[in-house]
């Protein structure tokens, strides 16, 4: 079993930053695909970005590219997701997910969940 806890989350002027982190532990691996998934009020769990077990692959959802930038330290089982010029419509509450394999953009492959952080964009 792999729990995930993810942090960083808050309340940010738009055009702001913020850096989110997610811990991984119990059952690790450096094996695991990571990604980011977001849902909005009313509105479906969206991907936002992946990473590959070695780090040398990532994915971002079109909306991100460019401003967001997800990483990953294996030896201290962390993924982060660095997000630049936040926008209104980025307020949602942003899940980090697990996967033993590749990494994927549909949420249905992922295992393993955290509880969430909630990022709210002001304008």
């Known amino acids: 079993q792999v729990q995930l806890v993810e942090s960083g989350g808050g309340l940010v002027q738009a055009g702001g930053s913020l850096r989110l982190s997610c811990a991984a532990s119990?059952?690790?691996?450096?094996?695991?695909?990571m990604g980011w998934f977001r849902q909005a009020p009313g509105k479906e769990r969206e991907f936002v970005a992946a990473?590959?077990?070695?780090?040398?692959?990532?994915y971002y959802t079109d909306s991100v590219k460019g401003r967001f930038t997800i990483s990953r330290d294996s030896a201290k089982n962390m993924v982060y997701l660095q997000m630049n010029g936040l926008k209104p419509e980025d307020t949602a509450v942003y899940y980090c997910?697990?996967?033993?394999?590749?990494?994927?953009?549909?949420?249905?492959?992922?295992?393993?969940w955290g509880q969430g952080t909630q990022v709210s964009v002001s304008s």
């Open positions: 990473i590959n077990f070695s780090g040398g692959n990532t």
């Open positions: 119990g059952r690790t691996s450096s094996s695991y695909a």
């Open positions: 997910a697990g996967r033993y394999s590749y990494a994927s953009y549909r949420d249905s492959d992922y295992k393993y």
